[in-house]
């Protein structure tokens, strides 16, 4: 079956711009993870959905970085007022449920000039 | 707070040779523990888990770990090593309980002399 697909897979902005990033997770899937992978910082957890519950946000950076997940599937990453310290893959995995293996897409490469 | 180290940040090996890829955890209970490879331009693929029971976890495409608690490591390893194996591969964890966010080490990259 399909697995975790990320939309743009590249993008170029710049400093000051937003941007969104998408995750379509796998179909059935419940939980919903961002993860960001830049040189500096390695691989950090940025933001978590399950279910209906509210979202562990505990891994934003700052508060120009929100998420949200629509109808339980989809979720878009929002980075308001990029700044070059932004500019990271950044990487979606859904699981079944909240304790199951989590699956990563292919990741979004920003890059803020 | 808990951590993953991976001491190795670059190793090489030949082709056929075996591999062992070190990690090491810091957390207070028993995590789950992972092992993800990532190839160039690739997004992380799962390579085994460990969550409990047996202590010696296989995975795909050959690969095995070891969780030793005294250690508090899991410890990749692979008895014969291919070319294709070139990678970046990252150790990561989950606290029990206590949510399900990876914490990842700050990866292995693998090279495989022909």
């Known amino acids: 079956g399909a697995g975790v697909s990320q939309s743009p897979s590249n993008k170029v902005t710049e400093k000051g711009k937003d941007v969104e990033l998408r995750c379509d997770p796998i179909?059935?899937?419940?939980?919903l993870y961002w993860y960001r992978q830049s040189l500096g910082q390695g691989l950090e957890f940025l933001i978590y959905f399950q279910g209906n519950s509210a979202p562990d946000k505990s891994g934003l950076p700052s508060d120009r970085f929100s998420a949200e997940r629509t109808g339980g599937s989809v979720s878009t990453l929002t980075i308001q007022r990029t700044q070059q310290e932004d500019s990271a893959v950044y990487l979606c995995?859904?699981?079944?449920?909240?304790?199951?293996?989590?699956?990563f897409g292919p990741g979004t490469r920003l890059l803020v000039l | 707070a808990q951590s993953v180290t991976q001491p190795d940040i670059h190793i090489t090996v030949s082709e056929g040779a075996s591999l062992e890829l070190r990690c090491n955890y810091s957390y207070g209970a028993t995590p789950y523990l992972f092992w993800y490879v990532q190839s160039p331009g690739q997004g992380l693929q799962l390579l085994l888990k460990y969550f409990s029971g047996d202590t010696l976890v296989q995975g795909i495409k050959g690969f095995e770990a070891e969780f030793k608690r005294s250690q508090s490591s899991f410890n990749l390893r692979k008895p014969s090593v291919h070319w294709s194996d070139a990678a970046e591969y990252f150790c990561?964890?989950?606290?029990?309980?206590?949510?399900?966010?990876?914490?990842f080490g700050t990866g292995t990259q693998l090279k495989v002399e022909l």
């Open positions: 990561a964890l989950i606290l029990t309980g206590g949510g399900n966010k990876l914490t």
């Open positions: 179909s059935g899937h419940t939980a």
């Open positions: 995995a859904s699981s079944f449920t909240g304790q199951e293996t989590q699956y």
